[in-house]
């Protein structure tokens, strides 16, 4: 019995974290396993902390991740992987985009963004990859596109046909973006 | 074909294959995709329409019912208590086409100012209710409801909760087929006047025996036997983190009818097994049925009343393990959720909180108006109180307040029942001041068309709501109309209409900014030259607006070039 995997996409509303756990599902889903991907919507689109969860395996019964059980965390948001960094099973991998992006607090001068929060997870002995997803989106033709370059990064460990990933791209991202999604997704593939 | 769908997207798909031919809804997190899914489909085979507020979406729904036709409405949790009139009396008149409604109630409040478990709705008004626990359940027990609705003659309730509308799993699609009945008149079944329906309730009470003997022997609910060391009786997502938490170490009855509940089958169940425990979120439903029948679980004296529950602490109470799990020592700053860059309703609540009034608040996305650093709320209850608490306010004030309170509500919240409380302001006549905030969307559920904007479910031209006539017909004489993007002019008709000596209605007309339609100008940016380090521009609690090196810094990814910002700057250096 294949063993249950647990994914989350964690970020900021906005960012398009949903339509990356389309694509993952989606993926998932084609490589024959039994897929679960819970969201939270509502206040997503206003800025708040937002998280996606995606398990897989041969039978998911609960939808939902929990402290110590993500096998993977890819955060769009550097204080967002600080924020998550609980969920991480030990001996998981946790991937983040450099962007920052202040919360409130911060703004209003109340709360400092904290500082080298990547250096600060490494040593707790975590296996943290950090790329700047912005910029190779901007490169891509769209500030938008980070949740795209962040899945063409993670293809690159998941291990499933690059067939897959495309054939997940059209099913799931609109005709009209398609072809910047599609850069985006080669440049996070080469990161 | 089979695949991955939202909870709420299979009920959508099982409306489909169960031959529904007519959906009215009101926007409610986390139903509201159900409705929206189900405008995606051939509106000559399934019709969808947003309705003004859930009781006229429910009564809509059962007019189709009682015309022949296979009917549907769906609501969040709190909706169901405005709908609650029409569905307790549909409940004795019973139906002629299938009549679902369905509910989605949100454990752990992600967007709903509480967390009511709709189940004793379904106790309340003696109907069916059923409860699936993933999508494909979503799509199979909405089909049934249909069946279960046409057999006993009685609405019948489809429960959700946020996990289970908002989480995706497999689903598999088969074809449509259509159900049609005759209309006919039939006074004793339809017309509820006491001579009606006294022996009507008899008949709901024989329907209630006969549903929970067909709970019985329903699939609806199902055991599965692994251990007899532990049995779990449980619920809908519930059911998915007891599986996880304790795999097949324990066996369990799950019910997918949570209403009528099962004796004997509970009975058999509890017999097989030495410990005996109930999982259910929210209310201790399920356990005070069985202690009622003579059984004796553990339940909320372990499992708390409030929020979502998990496999992990369901683990950690019944097992009592732990997960390791590591964190940094730094404090994380919380990102709470906050009004767009651009956002209409910024000026709105800046103007207010520089006024210093009180705030009667509404349900919608400028109840963020609460959060720092524009604080400018001081109360929340429900759809439409903000108009008619302020009136109760003021005339427990005895006029005091009249100049230095309002009640803010949007434009959808007015149409679903602010319009009511302001008719009671006209006619119980207090000077109160409300301002409806129209941002020409549904907005805090994901952008709906509403009765006042024009455009119906399918984005095809309707009528439009004249809010301002519509306030003059109330009988409010002092009726404005202001671009809150403006703060000086903002500030002077509030102004105005607080002092008046008459009840006033300010309508702060600017579209959402999150529309498509609306055209952004380029980012401003900060002349850092000019810029003085005041900080005026943090007043208005722009996420795109930070300090950066000492200077005020906007972001360009964020800016959609609203210009609020360049208005609070006394040096000129916010620039085009």
Redesign the interface.
């Known amino acids: 019995m294949a063993e249950t995997k647990a994914i989350m996409l964690v970020g ?3 960012q398009g974290t949903l339509l990356a756990s389309r694509i993952l ?2 993926v998932l ?1 084609s490589a024959g396993y ?10 997503s ?5 937002v998280v996606t969860y995606i398990k897989y395996g041969d039978k ?5 991740i ?4 993500a096998d993977i965390i890819i955060s769009f948001e550097e ?2 992987a ?2 998550w ?4 099973k ?1 001996g998981g991998k946790m991937i983040t985009n450099t962007q920052q992006i ?13 500082d080298d ?1 990547i250096g ?2 490494r040593a ?3 296996d943290i990859t950090a790329i700047d997803a912005l910029a190779l989106a901007e490169q891509a033709g769209s ?1 938008r596109a980070v949740n795209v370059v962040l899945m063409g990064l993670i293809s690159k460990t998941a291990g499933f046909p690059e067939e897959a990933w495309q054939n997940a791209l059209d099913a799931c991202v609109p005709k009209k973006a398609i072809d910047i999604n599609k850069k985006a997704f080669e440049l996070g593939r080469g990161a | 074909m089979a ?2 769908m939202l909870g709420n997207q299979a009920v959508a798909r099982g409306l489909y294959e169960a031959g529904v031919e007519f959906v009215s809804s009101y926007p409610g ?2 139903s ?2 159900i409705t929206e899914f189900a405008s995606t489909y051939d509106r000559n085979e399934m019709y969808s329409e947003w309705a003004p507020n859930e009781k006229v979406a429910c009564e809509a729904a059962i007019g189709a019912s009682f015309a022949g036709i296979r009917s549907f409405c769906a609501m969040k949790h709190v909706g169901l208590n405005v709908a609650a009139d029409p569905l307790y009396t549909a409940s004795y008149t019973g139906v002629n086409g299938g009549f679902v409604l369905a509910v989605a109630d949100d454990q752990g409040m ?2 709903s100012q509480n967390e009511q478990d709709s189940r004793n709705h379904a106790i309340g008004a003696k109907v069916p209710m059923l409860e699936p626990a ?1 999508s494909g359940e979503c799509k199979e027990f909405t089909k049934l409801a249909y069946e279960i609705s046409e057999q006993f003659d009685t609405p019948v309730i489809l429960r959700l909760s ?2 289970v509308a ?5 689903v598999e699609l088969e074809d449509r087929k259509t159900v049609r009945y005759e209309y006919k008149k039939d006074p004793h079944k339809n017309i509820m006047t006491p001579a009606n329906a006294k022996p009507k309730h008899v008949i709901v009470e024989e329907r209630t025996k006969k549903l929970r003997e067909y709970a019985e022997t329903s699939p609806l609910n199902r055991v599965e036997m692994f251990s007899d060391e532990i049995g779990v009786i449980t619920n809908g ?1 519930a ?3 007891a ?3 304790l795999g097949e170490n324990a066996s369990y009855l799950k019910l997918g009818m949570v209403n009528p509940l099962p004796v004997k089958l509970i009975k058999d169940f509890a017999a097989k097994v030495k410990k005996l425990y109930v999982v259910e979120e929210l209310d201790d439903v399920i356990e005070t049925h069985c202690r009622k029948i003579g059984l004796d679980p553990i339940g909320k004296e372990l499992f708390t009343f409030i929020g ?1 529950y ?4 369901l683990r950690e109470k019944i097992l009592g393990e732990k ?6 020592e ?11 860059a651009g956002c209409p309703h910024r000026g709105v609540f800046y103007t207010l909180k520089k006024l210093g009034v009180m705030v009667s608040g509404d349900i919608g ?1 400028y109840t ?1 108006g609460s ?3 524009l604080d400018a709320m001081d109360t929340t209850v429900c759809m439409g109180a903000s108009v008619s608490g302020l009136h109760g306010f003021n005339r427990a004030m005895r006029g005091e307040y009249e100049g230095k309170a309002v009640a803010v509500i949007g434009d959808s919240t007015f149409i679903h029942s602010g319009i009511t409380g302001l008719i009671n302001i006209a006619y119980n006549r207090t000077n109160s001041t409300v301002l409806v905030l129209d941002n020409s969307i549904t907005g ?3 952008h709906q068309n509403n009765p006042a904007n024009g455009k119906n479910i399918y984005g095809d031209p309707a009528a439009a709501v004249d809010l301002e006539a519509l306030c003059h017909a109330v009988g409010i004489d002092n009726v404005t109309v202001v671009d809150p993007g403006d703060l000086a002019e903002t500030e002077r008709v509030i102004k105005a209409a607080l002092a008046a000596e008459e009840p006033a209605v300010v309508i702060c007309r600017r579209p959402c900014a ?1 529309l498509k339609t609306v055209k952004h100008k380029p980012p401003f940016r900060v002349n850092t030259d000019k810029c003085k380090s005041c ?1 005026a521009c ?1 007043k208005i ?1 722009c ?1 795109a ?3 950066t090196d000492g200077k005020a810094h906007i972001d360009n ?1 964020l800016c959609v070039g609203c210009g609020l910002c360049s208005q609070m700057c006394r040096f000129g250096a916010i620039e085009e």
Do not use: W
């Not at chain 2, 997960?323 to 940094?328: A, K, P, R, S």
């Open positions: 900021v509303g906005g599902g989606n889903l039994d897929v679960k991907v819970s969201e939270v919507h509502g206040m689109q206003r800025g708040g902390s998911i019964f609960s939808p939902v929990e402290k110590g059980e204080l967002e600080a924020r960094l609980p969920y991480l030990k202040n919360p409130m607090p911060v703004i209003m001068g109340v709360q400092q963004y904290p929060l600060k997870i707790k002995g975590v500030s | 695949g991955l997190t986390p509201t995709e992600h967007s993933d946020t996990r908002h989480s995706q799993s497999v997502a059911y998915q983190y599986r996880e938490a979502e998990s496999q992990t602490y997960n390791e799990f590591v964190q940094l730094d404090v994380i700053p919380v990102r709470p959720p906050v009004m767009c996305c963020l959060a720092a650093p805090m559920t994901g999150l900080k943090m609690g996420p607006i930070s300090m990814t």
